[in-house]
């Protein structure tokens, strides 16, 4: 790639996505350089680059949202480029402003694209004005005379939401709109009552939705594409778990549609770089939600699909390359699925867990990115997210069972992961067929619950700590051997 | 006599032993000769594939595809304890995270029951309870201090003598 | 080493008779030492559970080592004595394990009569101190007594082998630097105190244990002092005060986990090494030991039969087959151990007492322990015997018994009479162990035979009266004596006058002598040298 504008990348991220686009860089034969902060002087983003320098903060999390500090420290070793990762400073438009002042490459999109999508309110105007589907809504203060009306246009299932409200109070769904005005009538005292506002907010319900996204990659001479969607509707409290590709709730008509829709969406923001349309998804409509700005936790499951390397897509444009290739040119070939682990414990209501490394070995033949490495230690100080597992079969029961497969294998001891849920989730028979909606984990409870052990595998984890303790193994070896022959004899 | 061995929440009493052919596991009434070689862990003769880390007291399995955490205590520990010993003068992290609040200072009396210390972890506040009536005798952590699982939060004096 | 071949026929009737007939006294054996250790009237075992005592068997099973054997001594010491009231004297001996090293215990009974000493208590645990001075055992002792018991003060008191030994034998314990520990769990009280305060260790039970030479209603008596029995003698006095005790528990079960970590720190001596290999099962069953031994201990039978139900591999080389056929000598192997054995297979005559007295010299000489079979009438009585010198060839025997420095471990296996018990190491001959199967007696002569020479005296009298007697009036007098002289000289009554170390189900003798060789080993053994042989 020697038209690249730049010898060297910066990455201004830690953890797993540090390692995973490190790898693309120097595989692109640039030099890497990472930022670290103390806590993570051991980690493998740091052993993986050929320079780290070190930033400081009043914490860890604060030194890597510390985006004149991390300029300047690129600035100092002369990286050409800066990739932001996803999260800290990957959407913040100031930053980018910051880097592309400093005479820094961004990778990214420009600082425009970043600003408008990041104003919600701003994004979904901008969408719905140019024809893109948005969840139909009203609200009361437009025009309070007709807001009835409006709302009844917006058609059922609907929400009715006090406009100063939060937290779920005071909202009312109306399946049946012979009632819609009473429910106003109620909703309004509610809101009164809770909020001492009685104004109110009215969209579109989307019952048991389905959450999915569409890649996207633009370049700076106005081409974009769209790289397929990815289903990411297995959340906790809006934590994403499982992705996967293609998503198996779309007829193909509507996944033709929805990539089309997230195209379109792109192209009229001017997008570049890569990118991510996030959608609504229920009962055959989709509604935009979001458009993400940055590469995302979950891009592999694209990677696997579509063969392309998102990192290397994303310096190629951001060295000003055209794209280089049309939408036929895309396309998507078997099923992938990524699985986060967490270090987090699914039977203490999700809590966060921390430990040592003591052991971290990955299955074979599938692609783990890891943010962390044997001898390490998972601490409290960052996001609970140590590794993605990705998989890619033929179809979807097949990458399903690899995923099994995959997660059973990887070994990670010293700290509790999320990896037996994980298994569980891929075992439930609603996933299993394909509906699922971002409501599933909370309406199955018992996911989370770790099966009661059987006798037998009480006796073999027993058996195996018994044999590993010196405690317990010297006690056993100091009987004398005559002693230990005859056993628990009595006369 | 047993050694003590919990798993998640559940102790169990461990021994084990030799005969002429190696170790054996006693578990309760029922014994089982166990071996352990390498990855392969025998229980009665059927063999499992297995991974184990020891780090201090604690012994990590992966065993059938999960990772298991199990936890050794001493008998003299686990005996002192269970005669309502030191373990209730002392008040642990039940998660990593960090403090929000400080109800109780040092020389406080409280009930059990009593808040003693406020903690925040992944967006989740909890109290954290006396474990019976008494006197604080320390607080270690303050406001906006974090701290790991298993930290000591609280130091009840101790009403032995 | 050639195995013996048996020439047993396990399905004939005589052996099944035998079989159920030994099964039959083995299982009378397994009732009566499982009443002796746990039957018990409720009012006793509910005045431990308010104390919150733990019953003394799960006391030893919280001491031992799960998976390893306890060899109990003495199990039915007292059985028939103070009308059965004081099962196993109150007292509880025997040889286990715990944190890997053998030890002997001596533990006192709470659930019979509060733990107080009676006179075969006394002997029980001096007993058990005795063992443990002549094999070199470490000892602990689970201190739980009322103290004597006074009505019999007479009888356990003042005497050279009463209650004051066992302190004696403490002291000589520590000065050959074998180790002792003390877990308290009750009172120590008057001469008990002196059992924690002699020890190298000592472990008390905050609440229930207590050390004082005076309890408190002694103490208010003599002085008018008023104290409770926690400031007088409890665990946090004596651990961080007087210094008497060392180590305060927060219950029993605390108590034994720190009395196990103590024991763990002990040093293992190296044992003595003698002849030793890998051991082997016996090649015949020991099962068929019922089989063998008559319903009748007067049947005669082959003693080499029960050797190959007891050595490894049923193998056993033997000494001089052709001479002194009445005394079988030989070589065999018991858990690996190479012993020399010594089995009557009949009365002993002038060769084969000449045979047993060689054969122990070589034992001695090859440091090979010495395992007596004792099934023995006595020695062969008349003139001509008498003229060949039966009795300078008996006291050889005895002289070569008393004077081998190997140990010795004595099994009476059918019976043991007369002077052949001596000749056959009996108890008073200080074999490291003696044990008896449930068959056994052992007396100055046979019962019958005692019963005749009894009543023929009195019979005699009568008649120098010039009485002459009915063939029922003959009777009126022998039967008594016959059923008294059974009495007295059944295992059962040599047991509870501790004249052994316990009776065994023959079964178990195998596994019994292993523990024992492996305790006895922890000793050094003496050169060889003896007193005066006359020749």
């Known amino acids: 790639m020697s038209e690249l504008p730049f010898r060297s990348v910066l990455v201004a991220n830690r953890g797993e996505i540090a390692v995973r686009i490190l790898r693309t860089v120097k595989a692109l034969g640039l030099q890497g350089l990472v930022v670290y902060h103390a806590a993570d002087r051991d980690s493998p983003a740091v052993r993986a680059a050929d320079i780290a320098i070190e930033i400081t903060g009043p914490t860890p999390v604060a030194a890597y949202l510390d985006g004149a500090q991390i300029v300047a420290k690129a600035r100092a070793a002369g990286a050409g480029a800066i990739h932001p990762g996803y999260g800290f400073l990957s959407e913040n438009a100031g930053f980018a402003r910051a880097v592309a002042e400093a005479g820094i490459v961004f990778v990214g999109p420009t600082p425009e694209a970043i600003e408008l999508m990041g104003d919600k309110v701003r994004a979904r105007n901008f969408v719905a004005e140019r024809g893109f589907p948005v969840a139909p809504s009203a609200i009361e203060d437009d025009d309070p005379a007709s807001f009835n009306e409006r709302a009844r246009a917006v058609g059922a299932p609907l929400l009715i939401k006090p406009s100063a409200g939060g937290g779920g109070k005071g909202m009312r769904i109306v399946r049946d709109l012979a009632i819609l005005d009473d429910e106003i009538v109620r909703a309004r005292s509610e809101g009164q009552r809770y909020f001492g ?75 570049r770089n890569a990118g991510t349309v996030e959608f609504i998804y229920g009962a055959g409509e989709f509604y935009f939600l979001e458009m993400n700005t940055r590469l995302q936790v979950e891009h592999p499951v694209t990677e696997e699909v579509t063969g392309l390397d998102l ?165 056993a070896d100091a009987v004398p051997r005559l002693h230990a022959a005859m056993g628990g004899w009595r006369n | 006599m047993q050694h003590m061995i919990a798993i998640e929440d559940a102790l169990h009493r461990v021994w084990l032993s030799r005969d002429a052919q190696g170790y054996v596991l006693h578990l309760g009434a029922q014994q089982w000769p166990v071996a352990l070689d390498g990855t392969a862990l025998r229980v009665a003769g059927a063999a499992s594939p297995v991974t184990i880390a020891v780090d201090g007291d604690r012994v990590y399995v992966h065993i059938d595809g999960a990772a298991h955490e199990l936890v050794y205590q001493s008998p003299i520990a686990f005996h002192a304890a269970e005669a309502g010993g030191p373990a209730e003068d002392m008040v642990r992290a039940p998660m990593p995270g960090s403090v929000i609040a400080t109800p109780v200072t040092a020389g406080d009396s409280v009930a059990a029951g009593d808040t003693l210390i406020v903690i925040e972890s992944m967006k989740l506040e909890t109290a954290v309870k006396a474990p019976r009536d008494g006197v604080v005798e320390t607080v270690n952590f303050a406001v906006g201090q974090s701290f790991e699982r298993d930290a000591l939060l609280v130091t009840l004096a101790s009403q032995e003598g | 080493m050639a195995r013996i071949t048996s020439q047993i026929d396990t399905g004939s009737d005589s052996f099944l008779a035998n079989a159920a007939h030994n099964r039959g006294l083995a299982e009378e054996l397994r009732r009566r030492q499982q009443d002796a250790r746990f039957k018990r009237p409720q009012r006793d075992l509910d005045r431990l559970a308010r104390q919150d005592k733990m019953f003394l068997r799960d006391r030893l099973e919280a001491l031992l080592d799960p998976g390893t054997p306890f060899l109990e001594l003495s199990t039915l010491a007292a059985n028939m004595a103070y009308d059965g009231d004081v099962p196993g004297a109150g007292q509880m001996s025997g040889i286990g394990i715990v944190s890997g090293r053998e030890v002997i215990i001596h533990a006192d009974d709470a659930s019979v009569k509060g733990g107080a000493w009676y006179p075969l208590s006394v002997k029980k645990i001096i007993r058990t101190l005795d063992i443990a001075i002549e094999n070199r055992l470490p000892v602990i002792h689970l201190c739980d007594s009322a103290g004597g018991f006074l009505p019999l003060q007479r009888d356990l008191f003042a005497d050279r082998y009463y209650a004051g030994r066992i302190f004696r034998n403490q002291s000589i314990l520590s000065k050959m630097g074998v180790p002792q520990l003390s877990v308290v769990l009750g009172h120590c009280t008057a001469g008990g105190a002196y059992i924690p305060a002699l020890s190298d260790y000592s472990v008390i039970v905050r609440g229930t244990g207590a050390i004082f030479l005076g309890g408190p209603p002694l103490v208010k008596a003599a002085t008018g002092e008023e104290v409770t029995v926690e400031e007088l003698g409890g665990a946090d006095m004596h651990t961080s ?295």
């Open chain 1, 197 to 271: 506002d009685g104004r109110l907010y009215v969209e579109r319900y989307v019952e048991r939705p389905r959450h999915i996204e569409v890649q996207v990659l633009g370049d700076a001479h106005g081409n974009v594409v769209h790289l397929f969607e990815r289903e990411c509707s297995i959340q906790r409290r809006f934590q994403k778990i499982i992705e996967e590709s293609p998503s198996p709730g779309l007829t193909p008509d509507e996944r033709t549609r929805i990539c089309e829709v997230a195209a379109g969406i792109a192209r009229a923001a001017g997008y």
């Open chain 3, 241 to 535: 005060v007087s210094g008497t005790a060392d180590y305060p528990a927060a219950s029993e079960a605390h108590a034994f986990a720190i009395a196990r970590e103590i024991v763990g720190q002990w040093t293992v001596a190296d044992k003595t090494g003698i002849d030793w290999i890998e051991p082997e099962e016996p090649y015949y069953d020991p099962q068929e030991l019922y089989g063998i031994l008559p319903r009748d201990s007067r049947t005669v039978f082959d003693m080499r039969e029960l050797i190959a139900r007891i050595a490894d591999g049923s193998r056993f080389h033997e000494y001089q087959p052709a001479y002194g056929t009445t005394l079988i000598c030989g070589y065999a192997r018991i858990w690996g151990y190479k012993v020399g054995i010594l089995a009557n297979n009949g009365v002993l005559f002038n060769d084969s007492s000449l045979k047993g007295a060689h054969f122990i010299q070589l034992c001695d000489k090859n440091r090979t322990p010495l395992l007596f079979l004792q099934n023995i009438t006595g020695f062969m009585v008349g003139k001509e015997y008498e003229r060949r010198g039966i009795s300078k060839d008996g006291a050889k025997l005895i002289m070569a018994v008393s004077g081998a420095s190997v140990p010795k471990f004595t099994i009476n296996c059918n019976g043991a009479f007369g002077a052949g018990v001596y000749g056959m190491s009996g108890r008073a001959f200080d074999p490291r162990f003696m044990f008896t199967w449930p068959g056994a007696g052992t007396s100055v002569m046979g019962a019958e035979q005692a019963a005749n020479v009894l009543s023929d005296i009195k019979i005699r009298q009568l008649a120098r009266e010039g009485r002459s007697l009915s063939e029922e009036e003959i009777a009126a007098i022998r039967e008594p004596v016959l059923e008294d002289y059974k009495r007295e000289q059944s295992a059962y009554y040599a047991t509870s006058e501790l004249w052994d170390d316990g009776i065994l189900d023959p079964v178990d003798t195998r596994n019994a002598l292993g523990i024992c060789i492996s305790a006895a080993l922890n000793a050094p053994i003496e050169q060889p040298h003896y007193g005066v042989f006359r020749l």
């Open chain 1, 311 to 475: 990192v290397a897509e994303q310096l190629r444009v951001a060295g000003g390359a055209p794209l280089g290739y049309g939408q036929e040119a895309v396309t998507s070939s078997g099923h992938a699925i990524e699985l986060r682990l967490y270090a987090e414990d699914s039977t203490r209501d999700f809590a966060p867990t921390t430990g040592p490394v003591l052991i971290y070995r990955t299955p074979a033949g599938v692609r783990v990115d890891s943010g962390i490495v044997e001898g390490g230690r998972v601490t409290a100080a960052f996001d609970p997210m140590l590794a993605k597992v990705i998989v890619h079969g033929a179809d979807r029961v097949e990458a399903i069972a690899k995923a099994d497969k995959a997660l059973a294998d990887l070994v990670l001891l010293g700290c509790r992961t999320n990896a037996a849920f994980l298994r569980r989730l891929l075992a439930d028979p609603d996933f299993a067929s394909g509906d699922m909606h971002t409501g599933l984990i909370a309406e199955k409870p018992a996911l989370a619950e770790d099966p009661p052990l059987d006798e037998d595998q009480m006796t073999r984890l027993l058996a195996a700590a018994a044999l590993s303790l010196r405690t317990m193994r010297d006690a």
